[in-house]
């Protein structure tokens, strides 16, 4: 069983030209194509296997501003507004709604280490709540146990994985916008050292303006132009159960387990940071710059396998454009989900929520998830190739800011006042040493 997908139905013809071809069909490059297409230009969406069908469905669907580094925080409440605007453009299927984020703990290091947060976050205008022991048990009803404490994010929310990018990607053909599933780019023209033409294996395309949205494969895309990416990514495992469990909130988080509402009424669960790291070439010769990282997450992540070796889509060789590359060999990643993670993950499930105890699994799959290593995003139209821009690296919580991120992107095309700083997520920033530092509050 895999991620359950809304599949739909696109074009199947290459256009000869376009203001902008995004490369990558998931929340990135849909928000980004839609931004643009509702700005009025001809934009090409092109992805290589099906929309939606890598991290994009394969995540918990938060989309909140709770505990959000603070240099992606005025995105990530930007994008909260921006949810609400594309649903009502694109339909109900996107699943967006401000149903609130629950977290409860009993660890007063953690608990102090969320009202940190809040002190900081409030001062930016959030809505975010510490709950006493007596709030959080009584929120936490369905668990059946008292709690020392937690907090209350009311104007955070959900959409709908399952559903969301295959949803916004029929709003970009709407607005005059041409998708393309089951098309590769394979690479990039250039004339008088910019952008002149992007390469599908169906086909070239003029254009002046090309970004890049792939998530975990964009570090090999990139190597192809002898651009440097520090990229890494894991490989994390959840599953769903089907409906029926009654009085389960919406979005709860605790240490233990993280439960989420899904589209159909059934529930996500996962267990936050639990991850196995698969070595790929890319990552290894890289690994150097993510050593403060995985030194401070080592006790969420385990040595994995070589599944992510074998899929090739972190790859360190050069491809020829005239020929099937490893797009094309690996349409969707989707690899095996880690037997044990699941089965713990169901365990804890139930043992926290008794509504869950005879609910059957629906699904189980697991993902890749890249990463920076300042666990930040890169969001930049000038990366060392005139007309090529990139909005990649989303760290594990792009879902939720993929609206926002996608707006952005289209501002920096258009020269638009962007709706955010940028200069956190310039590529530039590696290079200039800056990525071991962490924000402060």
């Not at 690996?330 to 869950?356: G, Q």
Request: net charge positive.
């Amino acid at each position: 069983m895999t991620a359950p997908l809304l599949h739909i139905s696109t074009e199947n013809r290459v256009p000869e030209q376009a203001d902008c071809v995004v490369i990558g069909g998931g929340i990135v490059g849909v928000s980004t194509a839609y931004w643009l297409a509702r700005a009025g230009q001809r934009v090409v969406l092109l992805e290589k296997g099906r929309i939606g069908a890598e991290q994009s469905s394969r995540n918990w669907g938060w989309c909140r501003q709770q505990n959000r580094d603070a240099r992606e925080l005025p995105l990530s409440t930007q994008s909260l507004a921006l949810w609400e605007e594309m649903m009502a453009d694109c339909g109900a299927g996107i699943g967006f709604r401000r149903c609130g984020l629950m977290y409860l703990s009993d660890d007063e290091a953690e608990l102090e280490g969320w009202a940190a947060w809040g002190r900081f976050a409030r001062g930016q205008g959030i809505d975010t709540r510490m709950l006493s022991g007596e709030q959080a048990s009584e929120r936490g009803a369905a668990t059946g146990k008292a709690w020392k404490g937690g907090v209350w994010s009311p104007t955070d929310g959900i959409a709908n994985p399952a559903a969301a990018a295959p949803t916004i990607a029929l709003g970009v053909q709407r607005h005059g916008g041409v998708v393309l599933q089951g098309c590769a780019a394979r690479g990039l023209e250039t004339q008088g050292g910019r952008v002149s033409a992007v390469v599908t294996e169906a086909g070239t395309i003029r254009t002046a303006q090309v970004v890049l949205a792939g998530g975990a494969w964009s570090g090999s895309f990139l190597n192809q132009l002898g651009i440097g990416f520090a990229q890494s990514s894991v490989r994390s495992s959840i599953l769903s159960v089907a409906p029926g469990a009654e009085g389960v909130p919406d979005a709860l988080h605790t240490r233990d387990v993280s439960v989420t509402r899904r589209g159909d009424g059934g529930h996500t669960l996962a267990i936050s940071g639990l991850a196995k790291l698969d070595p790929t070439p890319r990552m290894l010769r890289g690994a150097r710059e993510f050593l403060p990282m995985f030194a401070r997450r080592w006790r969420s992540l385990a040595p994995g396998g070589v599944q992510g070796w074998q899929a090739g889509f972190d790859t360190v060789r050069r491809w020829a454009l005239d020929r099937p590359t490893p797009m094309e060999q690996m349409r969707i990643l989707d690899p095996r989900p880690d037997a044990r993670v699941i089965a713990k993950t169901l365990e804890r499930a139930r043992a926290l929520l008794p509504a869950l105890r005879d609910i059957p699994v629906q699904a189980s799959w697991a993902g890749y998830i890249d990463s920076t290593p300042d666990g930040v995003p890169v969001i930049d139209a000038q990366i060392g190739v005139p007309g090529l821009a990139m909005a990649s690296g989303l760290s594990g919580h792009g879902f939720g800011i993929g609206p926002g991120v996608g707006h952005l992107m289209a501002d920096l095309l258009l020269g638009r006042t962007p709706i955010t700083e940028t200069a956190q997520y310039r590529l530039s920033r590696f290079r200039e040493s800056q990525w071991g530092k962490v924000a402060e509050f």
